[in-house]
């Protein structure tokens, strides 16, 4: 695996989702993997899941890590070429990235969207060309358009916790928020589950008030509905999380309905069990009693957002050495 | 050890400083235990000795440590409950600890008073939840009340450098200062010497102007005095370090007569020992002619922290492998 | 190998150089002299290439690495001695200086010029109190005056990539910027290159306006040109560099004739290899052409960063097995 972006780089989805599943029980198995190779985290925007449970991934692997949080350095990165750099910006993509690269054996990069400009954010500019010119394995730790590992972790922490013979059916609720967020974790939670779907694992419904549509690309075969209650009716798994909107870009659209998931919402589910990439808002996003009661998975999510990272980490590694 | 949050969580004073001063002669002789486990270090307040001299110990003992400074990722933490997170608290402390439990094996905090409401930090809501709901063992590396880290360091100092046959003299003096600091270092200081004087290991007494009275549940046994020269005559370790007010919260007081100490008020001690936890503002909080002199013990206190937070973190991971 | 703050720390040039390339080809053949060596690198300016190359270069010899960035922790360090701190420093480089060579073995420390007093920053005060008090071998990862590991590296390269029978013709030619900087990398160059030259090792040449003469202490030997053309014929190397005025100090002086070279003014060189230390404004310092055309040797000296500083930290790592 060379690069970690999108759901596109995963040839065999089954095969990886075992694969975490197995690092799961035996985490120190393939330590000597990373031996005498370096992992660099850079970080334009915080992190704490990400950055800890990557780094914890790697440490598994007998990896070295080091964090650059480049953010907080004023480290402002430019990304246009053919202009003259007398503004703001302090270094070129094309020599950060072909630097990093040269220090470390693989690289991790998150980059937020600026919210502002749609088709500049959705190009993934900085990221393709930090993929371009840094010459080693890329792994996504968040993008302006995607969180891959966050992505892979949900489809592991599904198939972890689903006992039924038919397919789980799986909702992802968009949820009211103080704060216009990213389209990012629900653009790649839909397109890996319209993924798992196409290849015969679940059934994938999104549910979002009018206005909040995700891009196409992301959402093909996905059912479709205005209605919370349409949506969580026989749900197993009910995904929680706002965006803002991709139509009218980067904003907070009025809402009149109730969208905040409760208990009292969730008896027509199938017992649902209900995840949330965190951090979440409490009593915002996501009723207390929801995250505090039997059926939340959050943190047994979070919690395997190692497995997903060592799952990447593991073949990124094998195909170094196998290149060596 | 499941926990090291004050002198309560500690059962044997007088083992665990003998613990600490034999793997200051033997740094690496147990450095198996740590091997395949993570220290994860929260940072929500910035540390030197602390952050150094903690991830040294576990460095010692065959660790990999993961440092968050979470003040300068911005992620302020909720800790209410019951309240809808509509203002600027990101992630509720349940959630937060929970996850950095499932991705290290101990957990450090950090985390001052805000020196506000007395009843709020006295109430050390924020530690006691990170404790209750990370499900790991943690060491705090300083809360809103206490210092345990430097306290241990602080008695395991006074045993290393003291060969007289009686109990020494420990005297807490109060110094000034520009900025109102927290009561936790001197609190625990106290805490932990009335303790050593309870089990017959030193003499223990406090000078403070009148108003900078420490909280009593700190100070039970001590003797108190507001006369610097009464306190100083016959000790054998001066510990310098200025606090605000506890019962005029978190005020700087007036005061009259002089408090910072200089060679000439040592005059009438045993030829003391000078501690400070550090930094110290030199001449302000104690004159520079003492620091740089032959009875300052600051530096090799300091230096001291490591083997205090080894012998701390050595327990817990013997506790871990005990229950695996 | 003690102190790595300029080129007056290194006896034999040729054989560091040599040995920085002897690692280059066997990078972790010396992985046992680090083991339980801590190395402490304390950033009170930003850093990237520094940074990770450092950090890089300690873990292939197999040391433990603790990073302090204290200009993010409000860290703000006295310098001076026989004043009262009752003002915004927190604490003396004295105390921070032992208390940090306490925990680690060797320490690093970056520390910028404040371009405001050319006596302060030219007398290298706070470096000088950090080497003397700390008590460990240190490496200066840029002060006020210097960045030594940047010029070794420098020698490096050329070194590696000079295939002549005859000294290659090397010029520093300044190039203009948005912002002033220090005069530390041009400075430092200067000396490295002055003392190759009087070795016999290279013919050096340097550039620049009128105005921003460097000082003559790092400047023995060089041949000095106001005309560009003038240095660049028959160049063999061409370090492009900005740096602000050391005789009006720290000011940006205005510039009339062209200072940013491009392939056009590359013609009368020998086919020169085009260096810059990094980060670069393209289209301002140097042209976008040159540095993504054949003749730009950027990536290839940066990458190099790790050999240089692996070979300062085995010469220290030696001196301190040999003391033990």
């Given amino acids: 695996m060379k690069q970690f972006f999108s759901v596109a780089d995963v040839e065999d989805l089954p095969s990886i989702v075992a694969e975490a599943l197995e690092l799961k029980s035996n985490p120190f198995g393939y330590e000597h993997l990373g031996r005498r190779k370096t992992l660099g985290l850079v970080f334009l925007n915080p992190s704490l899941r990400t950055r800890l449970s990557t780094q914890k991934a790697a440490i598994n692997?007998?990896?070295d890590v080091m964090v650059m949080n480049m953010d907080k350095d004023g480290w402002a990165l430019e990304t246009k070429d053919g202009v003259a750099m007398a503004g703001s910006t302090v270094e070129h993509i094309r020599e950060a990235a072909a630097v990093m690269g040269r220090y470390c054996d693989i690289l991790g990069m998150r980059?937020?969207?600026k919210l502002q400009d749609r088709e500049e954010d959705y190009s993934e500019d900085l990221f393709k060309k930090f993929m371009r010119y840094c010459g080693v394995p890329v792994v996504s730790?968040?993008?302006?358009?995607r969180h891959p590992l966050q992505s892979l972790t949900d489809l592991v922490t599904i198939r972890e916790h689903w006992q039924g013979v038919s397919k789980p059916k799986v909702v992802l609720a968009w949820a009211p928020h103080v704060?216009?967020?990213?389209?990012?974790?629900p653009n790649s939670f839909s397109e890996w589950m319209c993924r798992a779907q196409a290849e015969g694992l679940?059934?994938?419904t999104i549910a979002h008030p009018q206005g909040y549509?995700?891009?196409e690309e992301f959402t093909n075969g996905a059912a479709i509905t205005h209605s919370l209650d349409e949506a969580l009716t026989g749900a197993?798994?009910?995904y929680v999380k706002n965006w803002s909107s991709y139509s009218d870009y980067g904003k907070i659209l009025p809402v009149t309905a109730p969208w905040m998931i409760d208990n009292s919402v969730l008896g027509t589910t199938n017992g649902a069990k209900v995840m949330h990439c965190l951090p979440v808002r409490r009593d915002v996003e996501l009723a207390s009693e929801v995250l505090d009661g039997p059926q939340a998975l959050v943190i047994e999510e979070a919690a395997n957002r190692v497995w997903?990272?060592?799952a990447v980490l593991k073949r990124m590694l094998e195909q170094l050495t196998h290149n060596v």
């Fill in 236 to 238: 197993d798994f009910v």
């Fill in 141 to 145: 730790l968040e993008s302006a358009t």
């Fill in 213 to 215: 549509e995700l891009a």
């Fill in 179 to 185: 704060k216009a967020l990213p389209q990012a974790v």
């Fill in 202 to 204: 679940v059934d994938f």
């Fill in 111 to 113: 980059s937020f969207p």
């Fill in 61 to 63: 692997l007998g990896m």
């Fill in 308 to 310: 997903a990272a060592q």
